[in-house]
Structure formats: structure tokens, C-alpha cells
């Protein structure tokens, strides 16, 4: 998603995050809160709806309708489609995803999830922990989200009782654990009457932790374009053309543009690491070398460009360099390669299974693609990955492919955006799954038994 860059500053400016969570659990009715009681609703839009609630009976303005702006989603109460909102804070700018949590549009979350610096996960209390929340959570961890903030939601239907936040909380972080994510918070709230939300309530004395956005201005930003996606794991070869990049630069060229008296300029977004002018870079899969000797945004030439920024990069030679090449710096260049090992969110109706053919759309290069083999799925009550020759609508598992033009592709958990593809449907142009390159970093061995008190670092530090 195309967002605001903050020259001048830390890319620490702008939080990216994305709710996620099973139906009914209360994620459109927190994001509404949080911008309401942050003043970020108009006097008009606040009038829209209350006129949209009176419609549909209610006495009280349902806030849940801030996000779900689709007609059918007002009718059957539910998040369809990811609606994005923007925010801001005297301590912060926000991009806020608000991601559907019913089963069918799990490919929505997963769209809503991938460029999430942090996730936060909605839980009715009285509810606990349900399939579509452990599943959203394991999608979100594959997706590289390290940071999570747990909303447990609707305390007020229990007598604000600290003996049913625990139990939620506990197999939250017992899950956030095996998944391999570093630190969480969790905050009892009411999102229906603000507590805990922004401002901090008197209904639960025994908490003494942030509010939900006093944990949103500590966390830790602009991670999702970085040179790593968090993962504590060693930076080594993927086995899949990864090199160990982790923190290097990447460009994948979009366009290339003729320059007033000679010579090309090539444009795309950068990520993993900030490009200077003079730094030595390396066009792939061609392999030829050179030196930056200019960077511009629309703002004009740039002495760096940061992670996440749209940049036009001048080189000193005259080489070949087409759409869908890679620029990277030359300390940690990935090797290109025809067969790539990937974990799989397959959401195609019908099933993966080997020797089927599809297009794949990495950064900016789409090639056909073969699966070689589904090597196994992956199990999300237990997390376990077991042997399997398929994945069907809402599965994840490791998939290898080969390709018929070499991709330049880093590790996932060293680069988000130059690890990642999507696999679309060759006649419908259908996106069917997304795919994240290298093994999943799960450990499935961490029990109940295991001590999680203290193991997760508090958010932010």
C-alpha cells in the first residue's frame, strides 16, 4: 500500500499495523474507538454514523462502521474487504489496516498483515482463543510480524475479572512463542466504551500496563521494508537463492527512464537498507557491476534514501538494466536462482499439488512457475508441519517451485519485500496464494510446561 514518507525524520514516525482475529471479536469496533477518542473523526462523518446506526435500530453509534464503509458489511455486521485509515498523534503518525475476521477472507488478512510493522490481536474474553485467531496469528508471524499487541476485548461482559484475562493471555503468549514472535503486550479492554483503549479505566485496578495506543506509540516502527522482519534466526542461505542479506540494500527496478541529455535513470522502491551515492551495487540476475553516483524522490536528489521510499537511482556506467532487475548492494547480494523453497497461504478453491503451472509476481518480475512439491502442511492447532501432497482454500505449508526465469530472492526473514511473491491463476489472473521465501520459523517444541512468564520482551524495548 502506497503511504506518506517523512523526510527529515525516522521512518520511527510512521507505525504500520494491522488488526487481525477471529468474527465478531470486537477489531472494526477498537479501531473505531481509538479514532474517535483520538479526535480523528469529523463532526460530519460522526453525524453519518449515527444516521447508519439509527438505520439498523441502534440507540448508540456503532463504531465498528468507521471501518466497514461496504454496504454488506453494515447488513451482516462483519469486516469484508481490509479498510485502511490513517491517524495521527502528537507522538506519532499511524496506518491503521482493520482486517476481516471471518474465514472466507482470510486472503484479505493476509493482504492487510504483509506490511505490518506490529499486529494487534482482538480476543473476546469470553470466547478465548478461537481456530481463525490461531490461524490469523500463524499468518501474521510467516508474514514476519515480530511485535504483537493482544487486545482482550469485551471485560466489561465479565465483571472486569483478572481471573479470565490470565488464561486468554497465557495461551496467547504460549502461541506468540512457538510462533517466534520477540515481545507482547496485552491490555484488557472494552472497545465498545473506550476503557483501556485510549484513555485508562478504574474498572480494573490490578492492571497497571499501557493503554492500547500508549502501546502503539512505544512499539517499535518502520520494520516492514527494513533489512530484517525481526526473526532472532541466523541470516544464512535460505536454500532458496536467499545469501544472507539481511539489512542490505534492494532496488527492484520498476521503470526506466530516458534523462534529459543522455543516459537512464531507474526507479523503484527501495527496501532492506538505506543507498547512498557512491555505494558499489550489483544488477541481477545480469551481474554486472557499478556505482550510484545519483538518488532522487519527487522531493529532488537525496544524499540517502531510506527503506521504504520510491527513489530514481543514476549509475556511472552503461549497463543493461530492464523492469524486474534487482539493484542490490553488492555486500550480501543474493544469488539468482530457478528453484525456490516458500511457505505457502494457498486461498485458491482449488487444491496445490504438484506439477500444476501458474505465474508468479515477484517485486516486479512475473514468470511462470512449476510446483516441483508440497513438502508438507502446516498444522495450526499444534504447528506441527506434516507430510502432505496438496493445500487446500486457507492451508499453509512449504511448497518448492521452479521458475522459469531466475528471480533474485532474499530469505524472508531478512527482507520482506525481496522474499515475498504472490502465485496467480495463469488464465484468470486470480491471485491464489502468497508465499513467503524460506522455511517457516516456527517452534512447535515450546510446551506448557515450558516457563513463558518473563520469556517475551515487554513492546518497545
Not at 484513555?199 to 485496578?205: F, I, L, M, R, V
Not at 540494500?249 to 534523462?259: G, H, N, P, T, W
Amino acid at each position: 500500500m502506497a503511504s506518506p514518507h517523512f523526510r527529515g525524520g525516522s521512518t520511527s514516525q510512521l507505525l504500520r499495523f494491522a488488526t487481525v482475529g477471529s468474527v465478531d471479536d470486537g477489531k472494526s469496533t477498537l479501531i473505531g474507538r481509538l479514532l474517535h477518542d483520538t479526535k480523528q473523526l469529523a463532526d460530519d462523518h460522526i453525524e453519518a454514523l449515527s444516521t447508519a446506526s439509527r438505520r439498523r435500530g441502534l440507540s448508540e453509534v456503532d463504531l465498528s462502521f468507521v471501518t466497514d464503509g461496504l454496504r454488506a458489511e453494515r447488513e451482516q455486521g462483519i469486516t469484508i474487504d481490509v479498510a485502511y485509515r490513517y491517524a495521527s498523534t502528537p507522538h506519532r503518525k499511524l496506518i491503521i489496516a482493520d482486517c476481516p475476521g471471518h474465514l472466507q477472507y482470510t486472503r484479505n488478512m493476509a493482504t492487510g498483515a504483509s506490511t505490518a510493522d506490529l499486529v494487534v490481536v482482538v480476543v473476546d474474553v469470553s470466547a478465548g482463543v478461537r481456530e481463525q485467531t490461531r490461524r490469523h496469528l500463524c499468518i501474521a508471524a510467516l508474514l514476519g510480524v515480530r511485535h504483537l499487541v493482544v487486545a482482550v476485548n469485551k471485560m466489561d461482559l465479565v465483571g472486569w475479572d483478572r481471573n479470565a484475562f490470565e488464561p486468554v493471555v497465557a495461551e496467547l503468549e504460549l502461541l506468540a512463542r512457538r510462533l517466534g514472535v520477540e515481545s507482547v503486550v496485552a491490555v484488557p479492554v472494552s472497545a465498545l466504551r473506550g476503557d483501556n483503549v485510549v484513555d485508562k479505566t478504574g474498572e480494573a485496578p490490578w492492571y497497571e500496563g499501557p493503554t492500547v495506543l500508549d502501546a502503539l506509540h512505544q512499539a517499535e516502527a518502520g520494520l516492514w521494508a527494513g533489512g530484517s522482519s525481526g526473526s532472532s534466526g541466523s541470516s544464512g542461505s535460505s536454500g532458496s537463492g536467499g545469501s544472507g542479506g539481511q539489512g542490505s540494500a534492494r532496488l527492484a527496478v520498476q521503470i526506466v527512464s530516458r534523462r534529459p541529455g543522455g543516459g537512464r535513470a531507474y526507479a523503484g522502491m527501495l527496501s532492506g537498507s538505506s543507498l547512498h551515492p557512491g555505494d558499489e551495487v550489483v544488477v541481477l540476475p545480469g551481474g554486472r557491476r557499478s556505482v550510484v553516483v545519483e538518488l532522487s524522490t519527487l522531493d529532488g536528489p537525496v544524499a540517502e534514501a531510506l527503506p521504504s521510499e520510491s527513489v530514481s537511482v543514476v549509475l556511472a556506467d552503461e549497463i543493461d538494466v530492464s523492469r524486474g532487475d534487482v539493484i542490490s548492494a553488492v555486500e550480501g547480494a543474493p544469488a539468482p536462482t530457478n528453484e525456490i523453497e516458500a511457505v505457502v497461504c494457498w486461498f485458491g478453491a482449488e487444491p496445490l499439488r504438484a506439477r500444476q503451472r501458474y505465474h508468479i509476481k515477484h517485486t516486479t518480475r512475473v514468470v511462470m512457475a512449476e510446483v516441483r512439491a508440497v513438502e508438507s502442511r502446516l498444522d495450526v492447532e499444534t504447528l506441527a508441519l506434516d507430510g502432505a501432497e496438496s493445500l487446500s482454500d486457507n492451508e499453509i505449508g512449504v511448497v518448492r517451485f521452479v521458475v522459469a526465469t531466475e528471480l533474485v530472492a532474499d530469505a524472508y526473514r531478512d527482507n520482506r519485500v525481496t522474499g515475498s511473491f504472490i502465485i496467480i491463476d495463469s488464465n484468470s489472473n486470480v491471485t491464489l496464494g502468497a508465499a513467503m521465501v524460506g522455511p517457516p520459523v516456527i517452534n512447535a517444541t515450546v510446551d506448557a510446561a515450558s516457563d513463558v512468564s518473563g520469556a517475551l520482551a515487554p513492546l518497545g524495548v
